[in-house]
């Protein structure tokens, strides 16, 4: 299938394609890299002498054929969001080539930590992070979302360590060799490069169901394989909605702290952060967001990243699904509340109704993709698949999901082939229905159309008349808190005016210990309320936040806070120069740009 124009690769797949890899690489966290041979089984059109691929910062050793013959490559000069291309020429019958090769110190998908960054502070730990297109920082190959490959490997790790892939583990435990040990996989499906991903590490392992288990650190592992106690139960309600789970297992790895995402949907194995054990399962929608993916992103996937929006406004709308057939229609209720908040308070980051960057198919011309990853594909996305569902009915949108997952399971494809999809499938013949929707302006058009569906809950509209009720004077103690679940501590916090007395911010955070909550989410939204409020005796608990978990979905919006104030900015610089050797490349590519502005260091030291 001819892949659609991605302005992130230099590939040419209409001319020589990569069909599949085998890794064969050692994990040396002594010099922190990635040494070994990448073997890539290529498809070639007729005439064409050659095969580009995308690296960054990979030094190449040596390219040779089948019979181990060198071939001539060149590469090309590098860019420092794309990096450089790799063109190796190829005689008439080379199908096959092996690159040796080792990534450099600063890979930007690959975050070493040393023991003491960990949970279980025993052993080194690494992990990556290929989306969007870090994948070429650590292997070889043509790293678009259009250009589906399947592929295996073989991980060299040092003793004592376990290695995980976003595939089937052929050996779980491992086989001793000299080095230490080395861990076969296999991925037999063709996924987008960017779903190639490792973690090595100090990991066990327990089950959750007969096709799912965590794996985690030691010290991690029982917290998870108790949060996640519902993850068989959400397979069930993912398949009833969308068909049958493709991918044989479905596994969580908890990382340690320092991952810059919620979670990763990496096949068989989605990565995600120990941000979500609060104890109580209360955060488990990142998992039900993950899961969908294996529909949404992994079966069917953006061709490019301007499409990225078909990736997560999807995902988006069946994680609230996948909650509701979990928790019930109330609850799913109060996270659409919740999570239209975000969109609003998204648009206003962005610039408004009118900004470029509030369009779905968002113009990404010369920019990182990672710029497009906003709040936006995710909830804006998923509005325009509740205002569908709302317009045709349920039973309807329903049958459409099922059918657009089987039409194009394990291709990649652009917004516009969604949109005739749509037509064909869903709105054909109903001119009306469409007019109703105004699928243009949802796709091309910035800000929230106003005929978005406007989410409602009594549960949280009680929470809004106490949260007026303090700001007005009450009490914090008499409010009526004890059975409040996350989502209503959340919505309480976000309802509170930004014009609090001192009084009253010490009387919320002495009646509820709102400094102290181990909940990521709460303690997040009252940071943001202390810092706005310049109320300092929260700050050590902002200190300890922002250094002992990378989460960027929290690290950006209270480093903005710090620094929009005209006390906050020292202690956000102060802050940042101790824990940025702690965050992901991915985070400090962010966090650079609003802490450091102008004083430009190494992605990673
Ligand atoms: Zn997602």
Redesign the pocket.
Known sequence: MPAPRDIHSYARPHETRVASLHLDLHVEFGARRIRGRASLALERSSGASSVVLDTRDLTIHRITDRDGAPLVFSLGSSHPILGAPLEVTLAPDVVEIHIDYETGPGAAALQWLAPAQTASRRQPFLYSQGQAILTRTWIPTQDSPGIRQTYTARITVPAGLTAVMSAESLTPQGVAVSEGRAFEFRLTRPVPPYLMAIAVGDLVFAPLGPRSGVYAEPATIEAAASEFVDVERMIAAAEQLLGPYQWGRYDVLVLPPSFPFGGM?NPLVTFATPTILAGDRSLVSLIA??LA?SWS?NLVTNATWRDFWL??GM?TYVESRIMEALAGPAHADMLHVLARRELIEEIRRLGGEASPDTVLHVNLEGRDPDDGATRIP?EKGAALMTLLEHTVGRPRFDAYLRGYFERHAFTSIVTDTFVDDLRHHLLAQEPAIEARIRLDEWIHQPGLPDNAVEPQSTQLSAVSAHAKAFAAGSAAAPLPTSAWTTQEWLHFLNELPATLSSAQLVDLDTTFHLSSRGNSEVLFAWLRIAIGHSYRPAMPAVERFLTSQGRRKFLRPLYEDLMATDWGAAEARRIYAIARPTYHAVAVNTLDQIVNAGAKAPAHE
Request: proline share 0%; no cysteine; aromatic share 12%.
């Open positions: 949907e967001h993950e993916h992103g990736n997560e995902t995710y």
